[in-house]
């Protein structure tokens, strides 16, 4: 099992910056793909930003030049730096991993918890 704990959300005025953090812990055999989505209460969960273990990374269209995504694979973490943000950017942002629980395993998702940005002046 992955156990994600995401860092760092918070209230920030609009243009301001927050960076967060997730960090992978339990017991699995590898971590690909790890990134962050994020959910209003009136829209569906959307992709953020994603990285994989080789660094290659995707953006949704509305925060690429605003939003980087980075990672760390030995101490499997992940981070989001977000500038120049909006109040659009509002949302619960979730840490996701894409990991194989042991070495004969299917790839599985997991989701931390989530953590509350607020963009507001």
């Known amino acids: 099992q992955v156990h994600l704990v995401e860092s760092g959300g918070g209230l920030v005025q609009p243009g301001g910056s927050l960076r967060l953090s997730c960090v992978a812990s339990?017991?699995?055999?590898?971590?690909?793909?790890m990134g962050w989505y994020r959910q209003t209460p009136d829209k569906a969960r959307e992709l953020v930003a994603t990285?994989?273990?080789?660094?290659?990374?995707n953006y949704a269209d509305s925060v690429k030049g605003r939003f980087t995504v980075s990672r760390e694979n030995a101490k499997n973490t992940v981070t989001l730096q977000m500038n120049s943000l909006k109040p659009e950017d509002t949302a619960v942002y979730y840490c996701?991993?894409?990991?194989?629980?042991?070495?004969?395993?299917?790839?599985?998702?997991?989701w931390g918890q989530g953590t509350q940005v607020t963009i507001s002046s």
């Open positions: 996701t991993a894409n990991a194989q629980p042991s070495r004969f395993s299917a790839w599985t998702n997991y």
């Open positions: 339990g017991s699995f055999y590898r971590i690909d793909t």
């Open positions: 990285i994989t273990s080789g660094s290659n990374t």
